[in-house]
Nanobody
């Protein structure tokens, strides 16, 4: 089991910045990736970015060059720095941890934090 607690988020004007943080606890030794997803009203949850244990990153095309994901393995945290925010970035953002147990993987989710970007 992995517990994820998010912080950050809020209301910002277009062009502004926000930073999301997520702290993981529990069976953290089995975590292979940490990441962020988002879900806007009426839309499916989508990947924003993830980072592997080794530090490799992957970003959605829509956020490349604007968002940066970082991971502190010692503190078991993952942050998402969001710059040049656009109204279309408005969504509930969820922290994700993917763990591996044997040959199976499982996903754990935080409770979500609202990001609203006003035009």
């Amino acid at each position: 089991q992995v517990q994820l607690v998010e912080s950050g988020g809020g209301l910002v004007q277009a062009g502004g910045s926000l930073r999301l943080s997520c702290a993981a606890s529990g069976s953290i030794g089995s975590i292979i990736t940490l990441g962020w997803y988002r879900q806007a009203p009426g839309k499916q949850r989508e990947l924003v970015a993830y980072i592997t244990l080794g530090g490799s990153t992957n970003y959605a095309d829509s956020v490349k060059g604007r968002f940066t994901i970082s991971r502190n393995n010692a503190k078991n945290t993952v942050d998402l720095q969001m710059n040049s925010l656009k109204p279309e970035d408005s969504a509930v953002y969820y922290c994700n941890a993917r763990i591996i147990m044997g040959t199976m993987t499982s996903d754990y989710w935080g409770q979500g934090t609202q990001v609203t970007v006003s035009s």
